[in-house]
Protein backbone atom coordinates (compact mmCIF):
# COMPACT_ATOMS: atom_id res chain seq x y z
CA UNK A 1 0.00 0.00 0.00
CA UNK A 2 1.22 3.68 -0.96
CA UNK A 3 0.86 5.98 1.93
CA UNK A 4 -0.14 9.57 1.14
CA UNK A 5 2.81 10.60 2.84
CA UNK A 6 4.81 9.66 -0.11
CA UNK A 7 2.81 9.59 -3.27
CA UNK A 8 4.24 13.31 -4.39
CA UNK A 9 7.87 11.94 -4.68
CA UNK A 10 6.39 9.17 -6.48
CA UNK A 11 4.09 11.24 -8.48
CA UNK A 12 7.47 13.39 -9.72
CA UNK A 13 9.49 9.85 -10.25
CA UNK A 14 6.94 8.88 -12.73
CA UNK A 15 7.41 11.85 -14.45
CA UNK A 16 11.01 11.17 -14.96
CA UNK A 17 11.48 7.75 -15.69
CA UNK A 18 8.43 8.36 -18.87
CA UNK A 19 10.37 11.04 -19.89
CA UNK A 20 13.37 9.00 -20.05
CA UNK A 21 11.79 6.22 -21.55
CA UNK A 22 10.32 8.58 -24.48
CA UNK A 23 13.75 9.18 -25.29
CA UNK A 24 15.31 6.08 -25.35
CA UNK A 25 13.18 5.49 -27.81
CA UNK A 26 14.95 8.04 -30.35
CA UNK A 27 18.40 7.02 -29.60
CA UNK A 28 20.83 4.34 -31.26
CA UNK A 29 21.81 1.76 -28.55
CA UNK A 30 26.20 2.07 -29.77
CA UNK A 31 25.70 5.57 -28.37
CA UNK A 32 24.25 7.01 -25.10
CA UNK A 33 20.27 5.82 -23.91
CA UNK A 34 18.24 5.92 -21.15
CA UNK A 35 15.58 3.12 -20.19
CA UNK A 36 12.71 2.79 -17.60
CA UNK A 37 12.29 -0.29 -15.39
CA UNK A 38 9.59 -1.25 -13.16
CA UNK A 39 10.04 -4.31 -10.35
CA UNK A 40 7.96 -6.15 -8.59
CA UNK A 41 8.52 -9.17 -5.62
CA UNK A 42 8.58 -10.20 -2.25
CA UNK A 43 10.59 -8.78 0.85
CA UNK A 44 11.19 -10.12 4.09
CA UNK A 45 12.17 -8.07 6.93
CA UNK A 46 14.87 -8.02 9.44
CA UNK A 47 14.48 -5.61 12.84
CA UNK A 48 17.78 -4.29 14.57
CA UNK A 49 18.69 -1.51 17.00
CA UNK A 50 15.61 0.21 18.23
CA UNK A 51 13.07 -2.36 16.31
CA UNK A 52 14.37 -5.40 17.45
CA UNK A 53 13.37 -5.39 21.21
CA UNK A 54 9.68 -4.88 20.91
CA UNK A 55 9.69 -7.51 17.90
CA UNK A 56 11.04 -10.20 20.03
CA UNK A 57 9.44 -9.45 23.39
CA UNK A 58 6.03 -9.71 21.45
CA UNK A 59 6.56 -12.48 19.67
CA UNK A 60 5.50 -11.92 16.31
CA UNK A 61 6.03 -13.74 13.29
CA UNK A 62 8.04 -12.83 9.99
CA UNK A 63 7.50 -9.46 8.73
CA UNK A 64 7.61 -9.24 4.95
CA UNK A 65 5.54 -8.34 2.27
CA UNK A 66 5.01 -6.96 -1.56
CA UNK A 67 7.84 -4.60 -2.77
CA UNK A 68 7.85 -2.52 -5.55
CA UNK A 69 10.48 -0.66 -7.51
CA UNK A 70 10.36 2.37 -10.43
CA UNK A 71 13.98 3.41 -11.85
CA UNK A 72 15.30 5.19 -14.87
CA UNK A 73 18.90 4.85 -15.98
CA UNK A 74 21.28 6.38 -18.38
CA UNK A 75 24.18 5.19 -20.39
CA UNK A 76 26.81 7.18 -20.86
CA UNK A 77 28.62 7.36 -24.27
CA UNK A 78 32.11 7.30 -22.78
CA UNK A 79 31.47 4.63 -19.86
CA UNK A 80 31.09 1.68 -20.45
CA UNK A 81 29.47 -1.73 -18.69
CA UNK A 82 27.78 0.64 -16.36
CA UNK A 83 24.44 2.70 -16.14
CA UNK A 84 23.82 4.96 -13.53
CA UNK A 85 20.29 5.87 -12.68
CA UNK A 86 17.59 6.60 -9.62
CA UNK A 87 14.96 4.38 -8.30
CA UNK A 88 12.21 4.59 -6.02
CA UNK A 89 11.21 2.02 -3.96
CA UNK A 90 8.12 0.80 -1.82
CA UNK A 91 6.88 -2.29 0.28
CA UNK A 92 3.98 -3.00 1.96
CA UNK A 93 3.80 -5.70 4.66
CA UNK A 94 1.34 -7.91 5.92
CA UNK A 95 0.59 -8.12 9.78
CA UNK A 96 2.98 -10.24 11.53
CA UNK A 97 1.34 -11.78 14.51
CA UNK A 98 2.13 -11.70 17.84
CA UNK A 99 1.04 -12.48 21.48
CA UNK A 100 -2.71 -12.18 23.23
CA UNK A 101 -4.22 -11.24 19.62
CA UNK A 102 -1.40 -8.14 18.73
CA UNK A 103 -0.69 -7.20 15.36
CA UNK A 104 2.33 -5.79 13.98
CA UNK A 105 3.01 -3.54 10.49
CA UNK A 106 5.98 -2.43 9.12
CA UNK A 107 6.06 -0.50 5.63
CA UNK A 108 8.72 1.66 3.88
CA UNK A 109 9.69 3.68 1.11
CA UNK A 110 12.80 5.15 -0.13
CA UNK A 111 14.57 7.13 -2.98
CA UNK A 112 17.86 6.20 -4.21
CA UNK A 113 20.82 7.09 -6.99
CA UNK A 114 21.49 3.22 -8.16
CA UNK A 115 24.07 1.83 -10.41
CA UNK A 116 24.66 -1.38 -12.52
CA UNK A 117 27.29 -2.74 -13.74
CA UNK A 118 27.29 -5.21 -16.37
CA UNK A 119 30.52 -7.09 -16.56
CA UNK A 120 30.12 -9.08 -19.94
CA UNK A 121 27.97 -6.85 -21.45
CA UNK A 122 29.53 -3.57 -23.26
CA UNK A 123 26.49 -1.79 -23.71
CA UNK A 124 25.26 -2.51 -20.00
CA UNK A 125 21.84 -3.32 -20.73
CA UNK A 126 21.68 -7.75 -21.10
CA UNK A 127 22.88 -10.25 -19.32
CA UNK A 128 24.34 -11.06 -16.06
CA UNK A 129 24.32 -7.35 -13.44
CA UNK A 130 25.53 -6.33 -10.10
CA UNK A 131 23.65 -3.26 -8.46
CA UNK A 132 24.21 -0.77 -6.06
CA UNK A 133 21.88 1.87 -4.20
CA UNK A 134 22.21 4.41 -2.18
CA UNK A 135 18.72 5.48 -0.04
CA UNK A 136 19.42 9.01 0.18
CA UNK A 137 15.33 9.34 1.64
CA UNK A 138 13.91 6.61 3.72
CA UNK A 139 10.86 6.39 5.53
CA UNK A 140 9.58 3.76 7.89
CA UNK A 141 5.86 3.44 9.06
CA UNK A 142 5.37 0.73 11.96
CA UNK A 143 2.35 0.06 13.50
CA UNK A 144 1.51 -2.30 16.49
CA UNK A 145 -2.13 -2.66 17.15
CA UNK A 146 -4.49 -4.91 19.94
CA UNK A 147 -8.19 -4.39 18.53
CA UNK A 148 -9.72 -6.42 21.22
CA UNK A 149 -8.32 -3.94 23.63
CA UNK A 150 -8.31 -0.79 21.89
CA UNK A 151 -4.42 -0.69 21.78
CA UNK A 152 -2.68 1.20 19.13
CA UNK A 153 1.46 2.62 18.97
CA UNK A 154 2.03 4.23 15.36
CA UNK A 155 6.22 5.30 14.92
CA UNK A 156 7.57 6.54 12.13
CA UNK A 157 11.43 7.30 10.99
CA UNK A 158 13.33 9.01 8.01
CA UNK A 159 16.84 8.21 7.10
CA UNK A 160 19.18 6.80 4.77
CA UNK A 161 20.21 3.51 3.69
CA UNK A 162 22.43 1.11 0.83
CA UNK A 163 21.44 -2.06 -0.92
CA UNK A 164 23.27 -4.29 -3.42
CA UNK A 165 21.93 -6.96 -5.88
CA UNK A 166 22.71 -9.01 -8.14
CA UNK A 167 20.31 -9.74 -11.33
CA UNK A 168 20.02 -11.17 -14.98
CA UNK A 169 18.44 -9.51 -17.77
CA UNK A 170 16.85 -11.57 -20.54
CA UNK A 171 15.80 -10.28 -23.73
CA UNK A 172 12.24 -10.65 -25.41
CA UNK A 173 12.08 -12.82 -27.79
CA UNK A 174 9.07 -11.00 -29.95
CA UNK A 175 10.90 -7.14 -28.56
CA UNK A 176 14.71 -7.19 -28.49
CA UNK A 177 14.25 -3.45 -27.34
CA UNK A 178 12.46 -4.90 -23.97
CA UNK A 179 13.58 -6.97 -21.14
CA UNK A 180 12.65 -9.12 -18.42
CA UNK A 181 14.69 -9.09 -15.89
CA UNK A 182 15.13 -11.63 -12.19
CA UNK A 183 17.28 -10.28 -8.98
CA UNK A 184 18.25 -10.49 -5.32
CA UNK A 185 18.45 -7.60 -3.54
CA UNK A 186 19.85 -6.59 0.04
CA UNK A 187 18.94 -3.76 1.95
CA UNK A 188 19.75 -1.95 4.35
CA UNK A 189 18.46 1.28 6.65
CA UNK A 190 19.36 3.09 9.61
CA UNK A 191 16.05 6.16 10.49
CA UNK A 192 16.10 8.37 13.42
CA UNK A 193 12.82 9.37 14.72
CA UNK A 194 11.47 10.98 18.33
CA UNK A 195 9.69 8.67 20.49
CA UNK A 196 7.56 9.86 23.85
CA UNK A 197 9.39 9.76 26.99
CA UNK A 198 13.01 8.88 25.12
CA UNK A 199 13.42 11.90 22.26
CA UNK A 200 15.72 10.89 19.31
CA UNK A 201 16.10 7.11 18.56
CA UNK A 202 17.63 4.90 15.87
CA UNK A 203 15.98 2.60 14.24
CA UNK A 204 18.11 -0.11 12.25
CA UNK A 205 16.05 -2.74 9.75
CA UNK A 206 16.99 -4.63 6.38
CA UNK A 207 14.93 -6.53 3.72
CA UNK A 208 15.93 -9.40 1.73
CA UNK A 209 14.10 -9.46 -1.48
CA UNK A 210 13.45 -11.17 -5.00
CA UNK A 211 12.43 -9.30 -7.55
CA UNK A 212 11.02 -10.11 -11.37
CA UNK A 213 11.10 -6.89 -13.42
CA UNK A 214 10.21 -5.20 -17.00
CA UNK A 215 12.74 -3.00 -18.83
CA UNK A 216 10.87 -0.63 -21.52
Known amino acids: MICSSFKHPLYIFILIVLAGSTYAQNVKRDTSFTFAEIRFGYGTNYFGEGLSEDYEAGNFSSSGGFLATLAAYHKFKKINHTVIG ?15 GREMFF ?9 RYFPFHKMAHRG ?20 ANLEFNHQFAIGSG ?9 DLPTNRKNRITIGIEYEQ ?13 TFASSNLAFLVGFIF
Not at 191 to 200: H, T
Open 107 to 115: NYWGVAVSA
Open 86 to 100: MKYKSLGAAPSKGDN
Open 162 to 170: YAVGIGYAL
Open 128 to 147: LFLQADYFFITQFTQKYRST
Open 189 to 201: DNRRGEVSGIGDK
